[in-house]
């Protein structure tokens, strides 16, 4: 079945970086994208992005191009997204996501990660 | 970017009550609109997809409906275990959107 495993809680400072991973298990990882989605606490759902490990393709959401880069290691079959310049509404639970399609993003998320909280604070 | 919103905000009803979120988006979607179920504490689910396909092992008690701006989401016979919010999403157009969600209770 489908897994995807995320890393631990963060904590950064305003201003530092952070690079979260989603192992992917149970499926053909080069075959098909990762989206990432964050909440806010107590707050919606935001997409952030997705990239392609099948042709390393990106799309981010224009809020966040040239704050986050998001990539993927086809022998661990693990994405990372990273997050610059963090400021305290960076303050969020980061999801990824399986993609249906490798080829392009195509926004359907049927496979979710636990989650992961990353903390902004001075 | 799309906007969508939803309505109500949150909602009140009776286990067994007939239960319906709308989500309105601000441009024609045409039928690219999914519905995620989020309980409390847990990531979102994938519910419905392209407007009223059911996910497997989703309970045929749910059902979308809905297209171009207008949507909706109804709960049949509301139980116990849909307490949750609810949120549309659109896929027409990058960057993909979400509705600011729908807080389910029970009465």
């Known amino acids: 079945q489908v897994q995807l495993v995320q890393s631990g809680p963060e904590v950064r400072k305003p201003g530092a970086s952070v690079k979260v991973s989603c192992k992917a298990s149970?499926?053909?990882?080069?075959?098909?994208?990762i989206s990432w989605v964050r909440q806010a606490p107590g707050q919606g759902l935001e997409w952030m992005g997705w990239?392609?490990?099948?042709?390393?393709?990106?799309n981010y959401a224009q809020k966040f191009q040239g704050r986050v880069t998001m990539t993927t290691d086809t022998s661990t079959s693990t994405a990372y997204m990273e997050l610059r310049s963090l400021r305290s509404d960076d303050t969020a639970i980061y999801y990824c996501?399986?993609?249906?399609?490798?080829?392009?993003?195509?926004?359907?998320?049927?496979?979710w990660g636990q989650g992961t909280l990353v903390t902004v604070s001075s | 970017d799309i906007q969508m919103t939803q309505s109500p905000s949150s909602l009140s009803a009776s286990v067994g009550d007939r239960v319906t979120i709308t989500c309105q988006a601000s441009?024609?979607?045409?039928?690219?609109l999914n519905w995620y179920q989020q309980k409390p504490g847990q990531a979102p689910k994938l519910l419905i997809y392209d407007v009223s396909d059911l996910v497997t092992g989703v309970p045929s008690r749910f059902r979308g409906s809905g297209s171009g701006t207008a949507f909706s989401i109804t709960i049949s016979s509301l139980q116990p275990e849909d307490i949750a919010t609810y949120y549309c999403q659109q896929y027409h157009s990058l960057p993909f959107t979400f509705g600011p969600g729908t807080k389910v209770d029970i009465k």
């Open positions: 996501t399986k993609e249906p399609s490798g080829i392009e993003a195509s926004g359907t998320f049927e496979h």
């Open positions: 990239i392609s490990d099948y042709n390393r393709n990106t």
């Open positions: 149970g499926y053909t990882f080069s075959s098909y994208g």
């Open positions: 441009h024609d979607i045409s039928g690219y």
